[in-house]
């Protein structure tokens, strides 16, 4: 029998040049249950690394990485804030190879590094750099191809801990899509080291609720492809702004940059680019799960609704919330699994994820792009090109 992904044979997508890109969405809940059983299985040894390396008096701690990697760190950020009061911040490897001397400072520094490939010039300088600017650095490098030059850069380190994801986190399609939330899983365990067992889980149950509401995701972002809308604006407040970029970048690499995209948190939406909406738009309101910043993100949408003309509003929200709004033109509702810590963003940003790469990949074929590979001109790769790094 053919093999389906949401409802759809296989060979639907492998004619809409996107087979790729569908199994890799898909695959997405046994991937989180592979990288739980990892991380239980390293328990030991990243116990002994974090343990380490947390305790040391001022440390910093920065997440890096390039686009959507990058984002990945801008969501656990506040993630991670909100559930441990852990103090970080994310600055992306073009930043640090770019300007060094204004992001890398000579004080205890752990570096956790995103990447997909394992081959970007600046995820490898970046931690070059910061082994030269740094007399005190540790590195964490969270990463797809366990034999990538990040990896072996890793292997030969004293200071490093390397995270290998599973192996078909490698996407081969154009976009990344079970990387991304692989590398969130990962690193949510990760400083959860203490609880180990406990947080595989919590992952366990995001990824048993995920299989049962995955295709109903898929045919909500089906029926929203559908809509005519030439621009996507992503809002999201906390751990969902991040994700709101991320789905932003998805929205533009997807459609080769028919759909243009754009972020920002309801609140600071108002402040100048609301000005954006059109006819042609169309906003997506990621809902908090946390109840102080669902406020703002009620307040902004029903405030679009108030002011709506030919533009379109989606909201995406947990079923407890469901009562909360209306008068929007598309509900996105999704379940949050009982036992889930209730301060944890986790369950709105990997539900909001996967539909925000959904809505993507539906309106890439819905316009008749090859999904799995949108930019024939080449302008854009899967693997950044043309890069020169300068020594410091």
Partial sequence: MEKKFFGKAQSYYEQGHAIHTAREIHQQPDTWRKVGDMMVSRKNEIHDFMEKVLQISGL???????????????TMEYLLANEMELESETIHTTDIIS?????LFNRPTLLVSYARSGESPESLAAIDFADQLVDQVYHIIIVSDKDSSLAKMGYKMDNALVINLPEETCDVGFAMTSSVSCMAVSTWCLFHFKEMEKYAGYVELLAASMEEEIDTLAAKAEAIAQDDYRRIIWLGTGALKG????????????????????????????????????????????FSNQEYSLKYDLDFAKELVTERKNNRIVTVKPEAVKE?????????????????????EMPAYINSLVFAQLL???????????????????IVNRIVQGVKIYDI
């Fill in 60 to 74: 910093r701690i920065v997440f890096t990485g390039a686009g959507s990697s990058a984002f990945v760190g801008e």
């Fill in 99 to 103: 300007a060094p001397f204004s992001t």
């Fill in 243 to 286: 994700l709101a970029r991320e789905a932003a970048i998805k929205s533009m690499e997807l459609s080769d940059g028919f759909v243009h995209a754009g972020y920002d948190a309801p609140t600071g939406f108002r402040h100048g680019p609301k000005t954006v909406l059109n006819d042609d738009t169309l906003t997506v309101h990621f």
């Fill in 324 to 344: 909360l709004m209306t008068g929007e033109d598309y509900e996105v509702v999704y379940k949050i699994p009982h036992g889930i810590p209730l301060n944890s």
């Fill in 360 to 378: 993507s990949m539906m309106k890439s074929m819905e316009k008749g792009y090859l999904t799995d590979n949108p930019c024939n001109s080449g």
